[in-house]
Structure formats: C-alpha cells, structure tokens
C-alpha cells in the first residue's frame, strides 16, 4: 500500500548540491522494520544503491559516496530527503526512492537529474 514520490530540480550545476525529497503516502517512515533507500541509475548503466535510512533513523551510505551524501527525514511530513553536495556530470541519472520491508518492495517512478552548466 506504500506509494512514493520522488521531487526536485531536474537540474544543477556543477560544484552544487542535489537535493531530493521522497514524499510517502500509504505508510509512516517510522514503520518498524521498514528502510528507506535512494537508488540511481546513469545512462547506459545498471542501478546504484546509494544510502539509506532506517525506521529509527540510523544512516548507512555506499562508501563511494560517503564523503558526499547525506540521507534525512521529516516524520512530521512523512518525507525523507537525498543531499548530494560536489555534483559532477557523473552524476547525472534517473533517481529513485525505495521503500523496503520483509515482505514489500516498493519504487518511486523515479526523476531525471542532469548535472550541466
């Protein structure tokens, strides 16, 4: 029942920060066992695992972009959010939210970011 939307620039400059917000409908991001995950997918490749956070709000990041990413949360909105700060055109991708538990496995439709001057 859980549904997501992803919302955000389609684009940002290079040496600024990407910021992305999930907003959740259906459910609370303070589930028990729940996690909430940022995933990307650049042109031509496969889908990166980014971070995410727990219920409780514990952090965990892809050691490739610990240095750069920080994942939060809003329990009053019932969102969670993407900052990603020194932005390349490397990371230009198609970003999605992600909502996991045991038993659900559920996609935002997931938003293009162009990283260009």
């Known amino acids: 029942q859980v549904q997501l939307q992803e919302s955000g620039p389609g684009l940002v400059k290079p040496s600024q920060t990407l910021s992305l917000t999930c907003t959740v409908s259906?459910?609370?991001?303070?589930?028990?066992?729940?996690?909430w995950s940022w995933v990307r997918q650049p042109p031509g490749k496969g889908l990166e695992w980014m971070g995410v956070?727990?219920?409780?709000?514990?952090?965990y990041y892809s050691p490739s972009l610990k240095s750069r990413i920080s994942i939060s949360r809003d329990t009053s909105e019932n969102q969670f959010s993407l900052q990603l700060t020194s932005v390349t055109p490397e990371d230009t991708a198609v970003y999605y939210c992600?909502?996991?538990?045991?038993?659900?496995?559920?996609w935002g439709q997931g938003t293009q970011v162009t990283v260009s001057s």
């Open positions: 956070i727990a219920y409780h709000g514990s952090t």
């Open positions: 992600n909502a996991r538990s045991y038993f659900a496995d559920r």
């Open positions: 259906g459910g609370s991001i303070t589930t028990t066992y729940y996690h």
